[in-house]
T-cell receptor, first 111, second 114 residues
Framework: EDKVVQSPLSLVVHEGDTVTLNCSYE??????LLWYKQEKKAPTFLFML????IEKKSGRLSSILDKKELFSILNITATQTGDSAVYLC???????????FGTGTRLQVFP | KAGVTQTPRYLIKTRGQQVTLSCSPI?????VSWYQQTPGQGLQFLFE???????NKGNFPGRFSGRQFSNSRSEMNVSTLELGDSALYLC?????????????FGSGTRLTVV
């Protein structure tokens, strides 16, 4: 059965810290991996990764995919209180019309 | 352009009742997917509609059903509600239902079954 596992489940840090969120997957016919940020209700898109070893970057956030070891990491540098959210990892497989989500990592950033 | 609109935002129902949730996708988007989000299970795929046809269905009982209209608006229905159906129901709008086209989520409907 296809599955996506995120770790840690929860993380508490202080402003300015750097955090690394992990996502491993076992999905048949992998097509892409996506990261979302969910602050209140609607998840908002962060990155889509399809190729191994190519880093995607947006400001203080970056992500990379390892298709050989079947995992991805999301890095956030110089964290701010506004980064507090649940970060969701999802995988899309070929020939499907759905995303398989992990249970998310809850990040809390304190001043 | 307007985002994804889900109504109602909150709903309280009693066990045994049925409920209908609505999702209006972004104009021009033809794919609508539905997900159930609970604290223990995360987001789980319910079904996806494209041009009024259900293309994929998740592992949920037959009490969960949906449909899509010609204007791409979608509804999902849950009959004979159980306490375990309490969850945030999210819909995602996409041009064609593939990640490279992008998925935009609505703010969800929070359903509480008492």
């Amino acid at each position: 059965e296809d599955k996506v596992v995120q770790s840690p489940l929860s993380l508490v840090v202080h402003e300015g810290d750097t955090v690394t969120l992990n996502c491993s997957y076992e999905v048949t016919n992998f097509r892409s991996l996506l990261w979302y940020k969910q602050e209140k209700k609607a998840p908002t898109f962060l990155f889509m990764l399809t190729s191994s070893g190519i880093e995607k970057k947006s400001g203080r956030l970056s992500s990379i995919l390892d298709k050989k070891e079947l995992f991805s990491i999301l890095n956030i540098t110089a964290t701010q209180t506004g980064d507090s959210a649940v970060y969701l990892c999802a995988v899309e497989a070929h020939n499907t019309d759905k995303l398989i989500f992990g249970t998310g990592t809850r990040l809390q950033v304190f001043p | 352009k307007a985002g994804v609109t889900q109504t109602p935002r909150y709903l309280i129902k009693t066990r045994g009742q049925q409920v209908t949730l609505s999702c209006s996708p972004i104009s021009g988007h033809r794919s609508v997917s539905w997900y159930q989000q609970t604290p223990g299970q995360g987001l789980q795929f319910l079904f996806e509609y494209f041009s009024e046809t259900q293309r994929n269905k998740g592992n949920f009982p037959g009490r969960f059903s949906g449909r899509q209209f010609s204007n791409s608006r979608s509804e999902m229905n849950v009959s004979t509600l159980e306490l375990g159906d309490s969850a945030l129901y999210l819909c995602a709008s996409s041009l064609a239902g593939r990640a490279n086209y992008g998925y935009t989520f609505g703010s969800g409907t929070r359903l509480t079954v008492v």
